[in-house]
């Protein structure tokens, strides 16, 4: 059946990992360098697989694509458009104006004009203000002689009630029809000066969003498939192409959260530590019920302070091109590891490769922890060196999974990734798994991806109960997800915090719910 067969891929910044999948089977796996153009490594992957696996083009149901080119927009401050920002909240939050606390360099790339407007909710719904209608006409009018067509809108409270954001984008889209308008309440979670950065964000990459779509779709074409693609979010599931045009800052951190998913899927294990090693960095995380367990506080993108949902990782300088040093014989330790790496380099420069870069894959091939180049160019490595180097990676990484541990259970870590022929078999107290086919795990996270919802809100408890409260968010979550591509009767409940908030009146509760379900195609 057509529907039995996916294609995974994941683009990283050494390698660009591809899987085809039938059913819950990886029939075939590829490991291509990145282009620059990162299309023709798409391309190459997709034909290695197809050939690889003999299943007809006619016969896949849809490809998974995981990509980095909104994050490294954002890093690199490239193919970024001006954005102006309307927020509604006068007579409040005067003290701390849009693009507060940004860096210098994008702030200039990006300020096209902040506004601030009457109106604005308090955190029951409440009216702090009427909209005041007549200013925003006259900003969108102004907006369309300076030629700015990409605005972010913010309001106070608005997760709490979002009427006045689409009034705002309404009133814009009137009078400025080629403007894209993008509402701080389908980005981000409460928090007005986070989730107002996230939608500025968000606005300033439309533009790249539908060009990296269109090349996307054109791969595709060239490689003779017509299925619909997906493009993998950072909470582990899946967006359609229109989606990802609409919200290309879902897809922030979408690399390790598909190894991840993937590390769950290839293990079978839905409570685990996974280590994801590279070739430059080490990520690991904590996975609960399969999914990447959430960051609580903002995150920091490029410099900007956020909080949509991103998964709590913590990442270290280590990965199999990471450069070995012998420092002055005083000092000690007296070998380093990182965080400069060879990259996708590695196999021209390491000494397994008959290179004259001294790297952590070399370390790892001379002491018999994995098979890879010619090892008899490493054989002339001084024992006692490579077991110091051994030590010092067995550190580093003991130090980031005991970061990511919640309690002293012994969970299992997995370890997946091109590098991880570094960690040793135990990782303290823990045994690690690497399941198979652990090196494109963040291929295989790409093609089992679900589709999700979430919601985060704060209710007002003083006119409905609490499981009425409940009952609401979630379905508002449910509808996030079946908009997003989800199939109505497979969802979920994958995730609920009830948080009471006793700072504020009126018995007030903030309610996040998150469900999945399984992608409609």
Known sequence: MKSNYRIGIDVGGTNTDAVIMQNDTVLAATKQPTTADVTSGIENALKVVLEQSGVSHANISGVMIGTTHFTNAVVERKHLQKTAVIRVCLPATLSVPPFADWPQDIQTMLDGGCYLVKGGYEFDGRLINPLDEAHISQIALELKQK???????????????????????????????????VLSCEVGRIGLLERENAAILNASLRQLSRKTVQAFANALKVCG????????????????AEFVERYPVLTFASGPTNSMRG??????????????????????GLVQQGFPRQAAMSVDVGGVRTNFRMPD???????????????????????????DS?????????????????????????????????????????????????????????DVVEKNRLSAARIPVIVVGGGSVLAAQQIGDLETIRPNHFSVANAVGAAIA????EVDRIFSLENISRDEALAQAKQAA???????GAKADTVVLVDQEDVPLAYLPGNATRIRVKVVGELEF
């Open 450 to 453: 679900q589709v999700s919802g």
């Open 147 to 181: 030629g700015i067509n990409s605005v972010a809108v913010s309001c106070v409270f608005s997760p709490v009630n979002d009427d006045t954001e689409y009034r705002v984008r309404d009133l814009i889209q009137e009078l400025h029809p080629e403007c894209d308008v």
């Open 342 to 398: 060879v990259g996708y380099q590695i196999s021209e420069k390491a000494w397994v490769f008959g290179g004259s870069d001294l790297t952590a894959t070399d370390i790892a091939v001379a002491s018999g922890r994995a098979e890879v180049g010619d090892a008899s160019n490493v054989a002339s490595l001084d024992a006692e060196q490579v077991n110091q180097a051994l030590a010092v990676m067995d550190e580093i990484i003991f």
């Open 225 to 240: 498939l017509n299925c619909p693609f997906f493009i993998t979010q950072n909470d582990g599931t899946l967006m359609s």
């Open 478 to 484: 449910t509808d996030k997800a079946i908009e997003a």
């Open 263 to 284: 590390a769950v899927f290839l293990s079978g294990e839905q409570d685990a530590i996974v280590v994801d090693i590279g070739g430059t960095t080490t990520d690991v």
């Open 313 to 339: 990782m913590v990442s270290v300088g280590l990965g199999g091109g990471s450069l070995v040093r012998q420092k002055a014989a005083q000092a000690k330790p007296n070998i380093t590891i990182g965080p």
